[in-house]
Every structure is written in structure tokens, then in C-alpha cells.
């Protein structure tokens, strides 16, 4: 047994001793990376895992061998300690490298083995990323908790996948593994936590050196560094360079008395003044190289740099403070203005500070709200909502100018009494200098009538709704109620007219069909006119052929145009496509409409029909014979039940739903239709409607 704690402690010592020659490695690299930041080569992490690697395998190269490949070494420790300060990937790499080399070993406790260096690492890892990066806090107890657990499930984990070497394990290797090595592990954890807090307090003390290295040389206003036992120049700053006109290594050979019209007694006894702390500022009358002299103002004090006693000064040119301190009255005198503006204006104004609390309101916000400024000042504006709002829009709201931008919006507010009223809202944050958020501005305006005439604008278009449809509703009623007895009494009329014989009783009978069939007509457009009211969709279909489809819609036509003493003529323009989609529904209930117009309200002659195309466009004309329709007419037309002549003793018949039909069959299919007058003899009659090629079509 003591030999054998002698090999572990001989394994512990390699570990230990490695670690060192690793802490000496690292604190080289670390050096050199100060002063190569902009070369750095490879990542530290996969250097580091590099060399844990390297350690890991000289440490499994010395094991404790219980014979037939079951060796036993401080790996676990190594591994546990580089996932817990090194992080996943130089872990990883070391566990990896370690792996690898027991796979190399081999024999009977190669798989087992290598399940504690992953073991070690996912402990590691979990551990490291339950408590974070920052490892200063952590005590010798949790350290020690940490080996202690990685060690006996090591142990359990051993004694599952070993069965035959339990004796060995449990008298032997288990002693050591949960009684020395938690001690080992914790030994090296605090050396490495010791390593990283002086790494971190020289990067600290580094970065704080620069920090004030570049207040100095950067500083706008020139700067001195002067000892004050022989007033010399010690340091200055470009800015100094700058204003006085000499360079540096100049100044460096110069005193203070060089540059101070006082005497030199005098400078040197208010030095010494200052450097006991009794005084800092002066007003000064400072030469500089091209022989003027400029009035400064001085601010100075001690300052102890490397073990040096020594004065700071910084140099103010009066100049400049004066042309300020101008800046500074007029900044004044505007804030006095915007102060009366705010106060004057007829809109709430509300200052926050960051956290949303409010810090200044006007008078009209007291006067709006009804509460005083003193009741609100400090209180979050949300004390005027009047639950219309949700929290999910005030999250939203607050996280729009929390990232520094501008909301707009409407609140629903509730006034002191208790009365509900609205407000369009502007806030906007405040930035300082340096870009963070300091305050919140919010710009209210009263809007609670605009509110009120629009919620009644709203109701009443909901009112004029509900009558259309009822409207619509009704129509549609009342159609089918008569379109069923008219087709009652037109067929049996129809049947009995075909065997009469007797001709004036005949008459009598088709003049009845006529009107029968014309009251009809006037049934249907009334039925179309109420459903498209609320129709939107158009329905495509594919017109083949633009020539025949145009003849095959004016065959119907041709017997009643050459009854009433007209002919329908109709072309097609070369440029016209041949084949197409459009809404043919509408073109042909629109082009039934315009030549039914035409014979009815035209004096007999010539119809022509024009088919045109410009895709996406097509266009389709109806010109008739005139009347001509004067330009007042023109605007009616469309109207629902409007006639150019709307007397009783009118000559057409009709209740004017032709053209009105027409313009919703357009707007249906997102077409439009004009009325021209052709040649002054006429009118002319356009439907301008969407087309689409079969390419097109497809790829939609």
C-alpha cells in the first residue's frame, strides 16, 4: 500500500510540476501577447488545449500499473481543471489528445478509462457553466466538492465496467481517488484561481494606466507634468505641442519660468503652495514660441506617478473660456425661450427621467388632466390610463424608445375627475454626450373631438351599410317574387298565341309576351344590379380566338339592330393579341349593355364595335349614331336608376340599371369605362379592362 501511494504521489507530483512548467509557458505568451495584440497568431484556446494535451499525456505516460492495461493516473484531475478554467475547447483538445493516447495503451481498462477523461470533462464544463466565468468567488470547499465528485462517480464507473478488479479498486485505488486526489485537485485549482486573479489585476492595472495615458495625450486642452523641486517639464501632452508652438523634446528641455511671465520666485512658491494642496487654480499670462502672450487659466495639483512626486497642470486659453462662457449665456437665453414657449403652448408637454418618472409637465397638461404639477411630479405616467390600452401596446411603447427611438401614437387617458379623453402622443428619448438615454419627452395633443367625430363618421357609414344591404336585401326580394308569376304568365301566353287564330286577338296576345319578356329583362338586371353589390372577385375564363369571340357576342344582336333600321359593323386592330384571359362575364354583360344602349336610345345608322389590346390592357368601344349626350348627361349616367330623360313622357323604356351595371362589372373586374363624343356625330362608348397572355396567367 505505501508503494503504491508513492507511484500516485510520484503521478500527482508530475501533474504538479507540470502545471508550473505550464503557468510559466502561459505568463511568457501572456507577456509577449501585450506587445503583439495586433499579430497575435493562434487563438490562446487552442494553444492552451495544445499544451493541457501535452501535460495530459507526459502525466498518463508515468501511471500506476495494476497489470493487463489497467493503469490509473492524475488525468482526471487535469482534465476536470482545464474544463473548469480553460473553458470547452482547450478541454476539449486536452480530452481528445488524452483519449486518444489510452486508446493507444490499450488493454482491459482502455474503454473505462477513457470514460473518466470524458467523465472529468462534462463535469467540468456542467460545473463551469453553473457558475459562470467568474471564478475569483470560488472557495477551497467548492473546489474540493468538485474533485471529490468526479472521483467517486470515476470510482463507480470503474467498478461497473471492471467487475474483476473491484478488490483492487475498492482497498486500493478508491482510498486514494476520493481522499488524496480532491486534495490534489483543489491544490492545483487554487494555484491556477491565484494565476488568473494576478492576470486579471495586471490587465486591470495595464488598462488603467493606458486609460489615463490617453486622458493625457488626448485631452483637447494642453497639459504638464512638472517636478516641482526644479520647475522642468517632465511630460506634455500634443495638445501642449499645439498651443505653445514648440514640439515636444523642446518642451521637455524647458521650465516652467520659460513659459510664466512671473517672476521666478513667485512661480516657485506658489508650486510649492500647490503641492501642499492649499491652492489649484490661477490666472496666468503664458508666452508662447511666436512671442505673444495669451491669458490662461491653470488648474494644478499634486499627482504621485512612479514614485514621483509631481504637479499636473492643465492650461485653459482665457479666449476660449470667454467665447464659452458667451455660448453659454446665449444656450441660456434660448432655454429661457423654449421654457416660455412650453409653457405657452396648447399641448401637454411631459419630461421623464430614464426610468420613466415624471420630472416637469406645462400648464396646459395641468389644465388638460386637471392635476397639479405637484401631484404628478414623480409619478409614472401610466396613473392616466384609462385601461383602453393593453400592456402588451405600453411594452411595446416603452421598448420602442428604451432602443433610442421615436413613438407616435393614441392614448386613451382618463382625466383627474375621472372623464375619458384622448391624446396623440410623440415620445422621444434625450441623449446625452456620450448617447445614453437620460430623459424621455413626450408631446400630447388634445385629440379627443377629432375622436369623437370620427367614431361618429364610423357609425354612421355603419348605419349607410346596413341600408344597402337591406336595400340589396329587398331588391332581391321583390325580384324573385315577380320574375316567378311573370314566367307564369308569359309561357301560357306563349302557347296559347302559337294556336290562335284569330289575328287581332293574337296581336293582343304577342303584344303581352313583348312586355312580358321586357319586364323580365328588367327583373334579371334588377337581380344582377343587387348581387353585384357585393361582389369583388372576377372570374377569369380564356378567350381563344378575339375575332370569333367578338362575332359570336354581336350574332345576337343582328336581328334586332336590322328590326330598328341599324348595322352592327366590328373590327379587330392588327396588334391585337389573339388569345387571352379576361373577365368575360363582365366584357360580355358590358358589351350587351353598350350596343342595347345604342339601339335603344341612338337614331338609326351604323354601330360600329372596336377590339383593341396594349397589355396589360385591352380595350373594347361601342360607337353609336348619336344623339350626342352633353356633358352634364354624362355625369348621371352611371347613377342607378337615371335616365337621360327621366320624364313620363319619355320614349324609351327602361329603368336605368344598364350603365349602372356596366360600371360595377368594370370596377368588379379592375377595369374602368369612358364616354366620349365621336366625331361630334355620336357617342363613344370604352371599356378599358385587365388581360393577361397564357404565360402570364401560369405563372401567377
Known amino acids: ?68 492495461g489497467v493503469v490509473f493516473d492524475t488525468r482526471t484531475i487535469l482534465i476536470g481543471l482545464a474544463a473548469v478554467f480553460f473553458g470547452w475547447l482547450p478541454a476539449t483538445i486536452a480530452a481528445v489528445a488524452c483519449a486518444g493516447f489510452r486508446f493507444y495503451q490499450g488493454g482491459t481498462g482502455m474503454v473505462p478509462g477513457i470514460l473518466t477523461i470524458l467523465l472529468a470533462l462534462l463535469i467540468g464544463l456542467l460545473w463551469r457553466h453553473w457558475r459562470g466565468k467568474d471564478l475569483q468567488k470560488t472557495r477551497f470547499r467548492e473546489f474540493y466538492g468538485i474533485g471529490v465528485l468526479i472521483h467517486l462517480l470515476s470510482i463507480v464507473l470503474l467498478l461497473s465496467l471492471l467487475p474483476g478488479h473491484r478488490t483492487v479498486l475498492l482497498k486500493q485505488i478508491a482510498p486514494v481517488f476520493i481522499l488524496f486526489y480532491p486534495f490534489v485537485f483543489t491544490a492545483i485549482a487554487l494555484l491556477m484561481q491565484h494565476r488568473k ?43 501642449a505641442e499645439s498651443f505653445y508652438g514648440w514640439s515636444r523634446e523642446e518642451l521637455l528641455r524647458m521650465r516652467i519660468t520659460d513659459l510664466n511671465t512671473l517672476d521666478a520666485a513667485e512661480v516657485a512658491q506658489l508650486m510649492d503652495q500647490t503641492q501642499q494642496g492649499a491652492i489649484n487654480e490661477f490666472q496666468f499670462q503664458h508666452r508662447l514660441r511666436d512671442g505673444s502672450i495669451r491669458e490662461v487659466l491653470v488648474r494644478s495639483g499634486p499627482v504621485e506617478i512612479d514614485g514621483q512626486q509631481l504637479l499636473y497642470s492643465i492650461m485653459a486659453d482665457q479666449t476660449e473660456s470667454n467665447r464659452l462662457l458667451a455660448a453659454l449665456k446665449e444656450s441660456e437665453a434660448r432655454a429661457r425661450e423654449f421654457v416660455s414657449a412650453v409653457e405657452r403652448c396648447h399641448v401637454s408637454i411631459v419630461f421623464t427621467d430614464a426610468e420613466g418618472h415624471i420630472e416637469y409637465v406645462n400648464p396646459y397638461f395641468c389644465e388638460l388632466t386637471g392635476y397639479s404639477a405637484a401631484e404628478v411630479i414623480g409619478q409614472n405616467p401610466n396613473l392616466l390610463s384609462a385601461g383602453v390600452q393593453s400592456k402588451h401596446f405600453y411594452r411595446e411603447l416603452w421598448q420602442t424608445i428604451q432602443a433610442g427611438k421615436v413613438w407616435e401614437g393614441e392614448f386613451c387617458n382618463r382625466r383627474k375627475n375621472g372623464a375619458p379623453y384622448w391624446e396623440y402622443s410623440v415620445i422621444a428619448p434625450i441623449k446625452n454626450a456620450d448617447g445614453q438615454i437620460e430623459k424621455f419627452v413626450g408631446v400630447k395633443h388634445n385629440i379627443t373631438a377629432h375622436k369623437e367625430h370620427e367614431q361618429a363618421m364610423k ?18 326580394v321583390i325580384s324573385h317574387e315577380l320574375r316567378t308569376p311573370l314566367n307564369h304568365i308569359v309561357g301560357p301566353c306563349e302557347m296559347v298565341a302559337e294556336e290562335m287564330s284569330d289575328r287581332e286577338t293574337k296581336q293582343l296576345l304577342e ?14 338586371r334588377i337581380i344582377r344590379y343587387s348581387e353585384l353589390g357585393g361582389q369583388t372577385t372576377n372570374e377569369l375564363r380564356w378567350i381563344e380566338d378575339a375575332k370569333i369571340w367578338l362575332e359570336m357576342a354581336l350574332q345576337r344582336h343582328h336581328e334586332r339592330a336590322k328590326m330598328k333600321g341599324f348595322s352592327l359593323k366590328y373590327s379587330v386592330s392588327e396588334d391585337c393579341l389573339e388569345t387571352f384571359t379576361a373577365d368575360e362575364t363582365a366584357v360580355t354583360e358590358i358589351l350587351d349593355a353598350f350596343i342595347n344602349n345604342a339601339l335603344e336610345h341612338s337614331s338609326p345608322g351604323t354601330i360600329r364595335v372596336e377590339l383593341s389590346s396594349a397589355p396589360p390592357n385591352a380595350r373594347l368601344a361601342v360607337v353609336d349614331p348619336g344623339p350626342v349626350i352633353s356633358e352634364q348627361s354624362k355625369k348621371h349616367l352611371f347613377q342607378p336608376f337615371q335616365q337621360l330623360d327621366m320624364s313620363r313622357t319619355r320614349s324609351h323604356a327602361g329603368i336605368g340599371l344598364g350603365l349602372c351595371l356596366c360600371r360595377r362589372y368594370a370596377e368588379r373586374c379592375g377595369g374602368s369605362i369612358e364616354v366620349k363624343t365621336d366625331r361630334d356625330r355620336g357617342n363613344r362608348f370604352e371599356f378599358i379592362f385587365p388581360i393577361a397572355t397564357k404565360d402570364e396567367y401560369l405563372f401567377k
Open 511 to 524: 303584344t303581352a309576351i313583348q312586355a312580358g319578356h321586357h319586364l323580365t329583362e328588367l327583373v334579371d
Open 1 to 68: 500500500m505505501e508503494d503504491l501511494i508513492r507511484s500516485f504521489g510520484l503521478n500527482a507530483s508530475i501533474l504538479l510540476s507540470l502545471t508550473l512548467v505550464f503557468f510559466l509557458l502561459a505568463e511568457n505568451r501572456f507577456r509577449r501577447s501585450e506587445a503583439t495584440v495586433k499579430n497575435p497568431g493562434p487563438s490562446p484556446d487552442i494553444v492552451y488545449g495544445l499544451i493541457l494535451a501535452a501535460i495530459g499525456i507526459l502525466v498518463m505516460a508515468t501511471p500506476v500499473d495494476f497489470g493487463n
Open 459 to 476: 357609425r354612421a357609414l355603419r348605419e349607410a351599410q346596413a341600408g344597402d344591404e337591406a336595400k340589396a336585401a329587398f331588391l332581391s
Open 197 to 239: 486573479r494576478f492576470e486579471t489585476d495586471w490587465l486591470e492595472l495595464k488598462k488603467s494606466r493606458e486609460r489615463y495615458r490617453n486622458l493625457f495625450l488626448n485631452n483637447h486642452l494642453p497639459m504638464f507634468l512638472i517636478d516641482p523641486q526644479s520647475g522642468s517639464l517632465v511630460d506634455t501632452n500634443p495638445a
